[in-house]
Every structure is written in structure tokens, then in C-alpha cells.
């Protein structure tokens, strides 16, 4: 069976369509690659040109430090990708050949959910960058539409929805310079979509190993092998948690890979995160006590947004993989042990002793994701926020 194009369809699709497939090698893709690399960075530039001409004060400054920002993140994500090409094919082969020799229904049933579980959250991702690129070419046009619909004495000025400098005529080439950004912020948030929710895929799939370890666990000792004369007793017992053991092993493999591989790349944007997050919470909170900016308002409601959901739902799931770890431990220690053989329980406690140390996945050897390092991050996002606003 071919788990990818059954169950991560759309993240190749994504995928292939930005030039990050990692299985795909062609001269095609280094032209996708060269093409997104100089949207997002005209994006940047056509930002950074702003300093140049225009007179900014603090809360303009904030304002277009924060899109620049977002914008350092898009390249960040598409660069990483690059360079860890190689490593997250050897995680698409590794999670291949666990769908490989997985034959039990209860055990590919399980790896089924997750892989399900991920597909929605890759679903719900792409829709959220869709609506955003729909919404922005929206509110472009609105002064246009209203003009046809209501007209007036005058033509509705027209308002681009980021402050950006491109050293051309903004009345005349309106339309263009509005059809370069919200590419521009499409393909970063697919980007995002793309680049986001592929290695939750992956922490989905540890936290299915280690539950398909404590399925194998609990269900060593079954009543079909205590009745088996003793010499297949044992020959049964032993293959069985060998078996587990070995799942077991794989998981907490998978668990260290993943941990060395985005480690510095997530740390990186970490950083970035934190900072984006925390200026748009700034702004957010001006924009709605002055209500007098829709645009601003929807735009940063939107990257408030995005940046709550996918870094709750990155602790969310570093939180399940700490969980389902500790639960073979659990699991391990509630088994009919007494049952076995002398020699398998020797082999019983090790295990108990290993499995409970908790594996966790953590960020740059610093930060470990879970429910509580969501909480410090939001502490830390809301301290940064006063400290913004006692400066106004």
C-alpha cells in the first residue's frame, strides 16, 4: 500500500506544487524553487523599501516590522525545507516501512486515525490560507465595487492592505502591486500549510507507534496463550514482546530524528514566531480600541490567528507524544507479568525502568513542547505585549 497517496495526498500535492517534494527531481522544480524564493524576497524588499521614502513614526515602524517579520518567517520555512530535503525523505522511508510491517487491522487502524487526524488539520490550514488570499483581494477591491454599486462624486480612494514601496505609481498600477501581495502572502500561507503540518504528520505518527506498543503490550498475555502447553507458552510470550519492544524502539527513533532534524530550524523560528506574535497581539488590541481600520483589523486577526492555532497545536501534539510515551510505561506495569517466565520478567522491568523516562520532542535542547511550554509562551507573549504598550 502506498500510505503517501492514500493518506498524505494533499501534503505531496502541496508540496510538489512549491517545489519542496523531496522525491521529485527535475528542472521544473528548480525553476518553482528560484520563482518562490524571488517572490517572497521582492515581497521583503518592496517592505524594507519603505524606510527609504517615507517618514515613520513608532506605531507605523511596529506596523511594517511586523510584516516583515511574517515575511522573514515564509523564507525561514521555505529555505528549511531546502536544505533538510535529504532528512525528511529518510522520515518518509522510515514511516513507509513501519506502514510496511504493520499487518494486524487494530494496529493499521490506529495508524489510520493519526494519519486521518493529520489530513483535516493539513485541510483546515489550506482553507484558512485560501480564505485569507480571497479576503485580501476583497478588500482591494471594495472601493472599486462600491464605485459601481454606489457611485459617487468622486472615485473611493483605494487603500493597499500592507504599507509597501515599489517606486512605481500606486493609483496606476494598483491592481498589480495588490495581485504581487496577496501572491506573495498566498504562497508564504500555503507555504506555511505545507511546511506546518507535514512534521505534526510525523509527531502523529510517533504518538501511533507508541500506542500500537501498548496495544502490542497489553495483549501479550492473552487467555488463547496462558492455556498452550508451556514450551509454546514461552516461544509466544517472547516473540510477542520482542515484537513490542521493537515498535517501541522504532518510535522513540522516529521521536530522536525528528527532534535533530528541525531542532535549529524550529528554534530559529521560534524566535521569529514569538516576535511576529507578540507585535500583532500589539496592534490587534490598538486597531480594536480605535475601530477605525477594517483592513488592519481582519489582517491581523488572521496572523493572530494563525500563529495561536499552530503553536497550540505544535505543544498540543509534543504533549501526546509525552503521553502515549508514558502510557507504555503504564501499560508495561499493569501486564499479567507474574504469568511470564522468570527471564521475561527480567526483560519486563527494563522495560518499565525505560519507558519511564518520558520522551518529549524539544526545541533547540531548550524548550520542550507541551501543554505547559504553550502556557510560558503565551506569558511570554503577553509580557512582551505590555512592554509594547507602556512604551505608546
Same mark, same amino acid.
Given at each position: 500500500m502506498d500510505f503517501i497517496e492514500q493518506y498524505y495526498k494533499l501534503n505531496r500535492i502541496l508540496l510538489l506544487c512549491l517545489g519542496l517534494w523531496p522525491y521529485q527531481n527535475s528542472a521544473f522544480k528548480k525553476i518553482q524553487i528560484i520563482f518562490y524564493q524571488t517572490l517572497f524576497v521582492s515581497f521583503l524588499v518592496c517592505q524594507f523599501?519603505?524606510?527609504? @521614502?517615507?517618514?515613520?513614526?513608532? !506605531?507605523?515602524?511596529?506596523?511594517?516590522?511586523?510584516?516583515?517579520?511574517?515575511?522573514?518567517?515564509?523564507?525561514?520555512? *521555505?529555505?528549511?525545507?531546502?536544505?533538510? $530535503?535529504?532528512?525528511?525523505?529518510?522520515?518518509?522511508d522510515r514511516m513507509r516501512h513501519d506502514w510496511n510491517i504493520l499487518k494486524d487491522q487494530t494496529e493499521c487502524e490506529i495508524l489510520r486515525e493519526y494519519a486521518d487526524n493529520a489530513r483535516l488539520h493539513t485541510i483546515f490550514f489550506l482553507l484558512l490560507a485560501t480564505l485569507c488570499f480571497l479576503g485580501l483581494l476583497t478588500l482591494g477591491c471594495v472601493p472599486r465595487i462600491l464605485d459601481i454599486i454606489m457611485p459617487l462624486n468622486e472615485s473611493r480612494p483605494r487603500q493597499l492592505p500592507i504599507i509597501v514601496e515599489y517606486f512605481i505609481d500606486e493609483e496606476t498600477y494598483f491592481y498589480a502591486i495588490l495581485i504581487h501581495i496577496a501572491t506573495?502572502?498566498?504562497?508564504?500561507? &500555503?507555504?506555511?500549510?505545507?511546511?506546518?503540518?507535514?512534521?505534526? $504528520?510525523?509527531?502523529?505518527?510517533?504518538?501511533?507507534?507508541?500506542?500500537?506498543?501498548? *496495544?502490542?503490550?497489553?495483549h501479550i498475555c492473552g487467555k488463547? &496463550?496462558?492455556?498452550?502447553?508451556?514450551?509454546?507458552?514461552?516461544?509466544?510470550?517472547?516473540?510477542?514482546?520482542?515484537?513490542?519492544?521493537? @515498535? %517501541?524502539?522504532?518510535?522513540? !527513533?522516529?521521536?530522536?530524528? =525528528?527532534?535533530?532534524?528541525?531542532?535549529?530550524?524550529?528554534? &530559529?523560528?521560534?524566535?521569529?514566531?514569538?516576535?511576529?506574535? $507578540?507585535?500583532?497581539?500589539? %496592534?490587534? =488590541? %490598538?486597531?480594536?480600541?480605535?475601530?477605525?481600520?477594517?483592513?488592519?483589523?481582519?489582517?491581523?486577526?488572521?496572523?493572530?490567528?494563525? %500563529?495561536? *492555532? *499552530?503553536?497550540?497545536?505544535?505543544?498540543?501534539?509534543?504533549?501526546?507524544?509525552?503521553?502515549?510515551?508514558?502510557? @507504555? $510505561?503504564?501499560?508495561?506495569?499493569?501486564?499479567?507479568?507474574?504469568?511470564?517466565?522468570?527471564?521475561?520478567?527480567?526483560?519486563?522491568c527494563i522495560m518499565i525502568q525505560r519507558s519511564n523516562k518520558k520522551t518529549s520532542l524539544t526545541i533547540g535542547g531548550l524548550f520542550e513542547t507541551s501543554l505547559e511550554g504553550f502556557a510560558t509562551l503565551m506569558s511570554m507573549c503577553t509580557s512582551y505585549v505590555m512592554v509594547l504598550q507602556s512604551t505608546q
Open positions: 523599501n519603505t524606510f527609504l @521614502v517615507k517618514k515613520c513614526n513608532t !506605531d507605523v515602524l511596529l506596523k511594517i516590522f511586523t510584516y516583515i517579520v511574517f515575511d522573514c518567517i515564509y523564507i525561514v520555512k *521555505y529555505s528549511a525545507w531546502l536544505l533538510l $530535503s535529504n532528512n525528511i525523505k529518510y522520515i518518509f506573495a502572502i498566498y504562497a508564504g500561507s &500555503v507555504t506555511l500549510a505545507a511546511c506546518a503540518t507535514m512534521p505534526i $504528520s510525523y509527531i502523529l505518527h510517533v504518538c501511533a507507534m507508541f500506542k500500537i506498543a501498548s *496495544y502490542r503490550i497489553k488463547d &496463550v496462558l492455556n498452550m502447553p508451556k514450551d509454546i507458552k514461552q516461544y509466544i510470550l517472547y516473540e510477542r514482546l520482542i515484537h513490542a519492544i521493537y @515498535v %517501541h524502539r522504532r518510535a522513540m !527513533d522516529l521521536c530522536r530524528i =525528528l527532534t535533530n532534524t528541525f531542532t535549529i530550524f524550529y528554534f &530559529v523560528l521560534l524566535g521569529f514566531g514569538m516576535l511576529s506574535m $507578540s507585535l500583532s497581539f500589539f %496592534h490587534l =488590541l %490598538h486597531v480594536i480600541i480605535s475601530l477605525n481600520d477594517p483592513v488592519d483589523l481582519l489582517m491581523f486577526l488572521c496572523i493572530v490567528f494563525i %500563529h495561536l *492555532y *499552530y503553536i497550540f497545536m505544535t505543544n498540543y501534539f509534543g504533549q501526546n507524544v509525552t503521553d502515549t510515551s508514558i502510557n @507504555v $510505561s503504564e501499560t508495561t506495569y499493569n501486564t499479567p507479568w507474574y504469568a511470564m517466565p522468570l527471564w521475561m520478567q527480567k526483560l519486563i
